[in-house]
């Protein structure tokens, strides 16, 4: 990058002092005149000449730098014509520039109005300073190709210490990494509330993301600034929301679920017949453990659901002799484990720490456990997962294909296929709430629409019936 000869330097630093312009911007300003002189040189424009500041804006909008961005260039820029006789504007080869102090990582709000050219802006947004050290609290914030390996460590121990879900981490990652790319890597400390305004309205206008993905990447980014960076997100306004459409889940008849049971072999169609039997979500099926059924009081327990909810469901009676049978599989494929000396199923969070041999108890073994063992590296040892949920997934599509249905059937059909049966059975919705897990009775609510209505249409009054 062109340096600014030291001469100038000193005396845009003293205009900067007479200027109403906050301390803690000082280094942004002369960054932003380091990028004017780079600018010049690069495209042969002549510093001395206030034309150039309209090329080099431009230059910014090019490569899709904030309004706010804009208006503080503009500003410091105006600053060094005001202030800097033309004779002195000559780039100077100086081998690295002159040392800039830093921002400082805690700073107070402050509310400052700058007037550039016939243009006032807001810089509020821009000195909110994160008070953690995203990146080094050494380095001078960049505007692109910043290093964001800190904010991502930091983003992981957010979700960790609140024990969020690895799907949930891999979700809000992805989309720190489609901001990182939508703002060419800038400065994690630079990011304010408008930057969010702009991709998100990129994702509804140009990308046309369906209004899931759009709420999914608000969360993510909303969670992004206030635990990462540490800041107050605000209020986004004025942001195109990509329309939700109602959605009517699929539905299989009773018929039509034998049928892809009929077309599944071990132990997939055990797995399939509690999904549609129990409600179960398919993570929550293939993460059953041994304990969680209690074959006295006929009800099976599933832990860690959906939001790190438990809850209990009653077992299938049908289906009883042919749990007992797997169970007996098991308990011979566990006893077969400890004959090799393996190092125990894989227990949530630090469990194993916490009961030594809790890993290697029966009651602790997966329901449906993998084929075979994994080896740990880390332990130098092997154990053993449960059965993956790809697998199931794929058999499910393999037995839906050689049913020859027409219907998009999935794992989690099974699931809409309960819900829908105990509602045409007459069940109180509440109580199909209670067996699905769902935290409000309106997302339970969308099952009305799957089956068909039995409402008496004449009108009748209740002492009549």
């Not at 071990?266 to 999904?275: H, S, W």
Request: include cysteine; aromatic fraction near 10%; proline fraction near 7%.
């Amino acid at each position: 990058m062109t340096n600014v000869p030291p001469e100038i330097l000193a005396r845009f630093d003293a205009r900067l002092a007479r200027e109403p312009v906050p301390e803690q911007l000082y280094s942004f300003y002369r960054r932003w005149l380091r990028f004017y002189f780079d600018f010049c040189h690069k495209y042969q424009h002549d510093p001395a000449n206030r034309e150039s500041l309209s090329s080099f804006l431009a230059k910014l909008v090019e490569k899709k730098q904030s309004g706010q961005f804009r208006k503080q260039a503009a500003h410091g820029v105006s600053l060094f014509y005001d202030d800097m006789p033309s004779a002195t504007i000559a780039p100077a080869p100086s081998p690295s520039p002159p040392p800039q102090p830093r921002a400082p990582a805690n700073t107070e709000p402050l509310h400052s109005t700058v007037v550039t050219d016939n243009h006032q802006g807001n810089l509020h947004d821009l000195q909110q300073e994160s008070p953690a050290p995203i990146p080094s609290e050494t380095d001078t914030p960049k505007l692109i190709n910043a290093d964001w390996r800190s904010v991502y460590a930091s983003l992981k121990s957010e979700i960790a210490v609140r024990h969020y879900s690895p799907k949930t981490l891999r979700a809000y990652t992805s989309w720190m990494r489609h901001l990182q790319a939508f703002t060419k890597s800038r400065d994690p400390r630079l990011l304010t509330p408008a930057d969010v305004k702009e991709f998100l309205t990129f994702l509804a206008v140009q990308r046309n993301v369906s209004a899931s993905s759009q709420n999914q990447a608000f969360n993510a980014l909303l969670f992004f600034f206030r635990h990462v960076l540490k800041k107050e997100f605000g209020e986004i306004k004025d942001v195109p929301r990509a329309k939700r459409k109602p959605y009517i889940p699929v539905v299989l008849s009773r018929e039509e679920v034998d049928t892809i049971i009929a077309a599944l072999s071990p132990p997939y169609d055990l797995v399939v017949k509690l999904l549609y039997g129990c409600g179960l979500r398919l993570f929550e099926g293939a993460k059953l453990r041994v304990q969680d059924f209690n074959f006295e009081a006929m009800i099976l327990t599933v832990h860690d659901g959906k939001g790190k909810k438990d809850r209990t469901v009653p077992l299938p009676e049908k289906i009883i002799p042919e749990l007992k049978s797997h169970l007996n599989s098991v308990i011979a494929l566990h006893q077969q484990d400890l004959k090799v000396g393996y190092a125990g199923t894989f227990l949530v969070n630090l469990l194993g720490n916490k009961y030594k041999n809790a890993a290697k108890e029966l009651s602790w073994q997966w329901f449906f456990p993998a084929k075979i063992l994994t080896f740990v590296p880390e332990e130098k040892g092997y154990r053993r997962y449960h059965l993956h949920e790809t697998h199931i997934q794929k058999a499910i599509k393999a037995a839906v294909t050689k049913a020859g249905l027409t219907k998009r059937a999935s794992a989690h059909t099974f699931r809409h296929s309960f819900a829908s049966h105990l509602l045409q059975a007459n069940y109180d919705i509440r109580t199909i709430q209670e067996l699905l897990g769902h935290s409000d009775v309106r997302t339970t609510m969308i099952y009305t629409h799957t089956i068909k209505s039995t409402t008496l249409k004449e009108k009748k009054s209740p002492l009549d019936f």
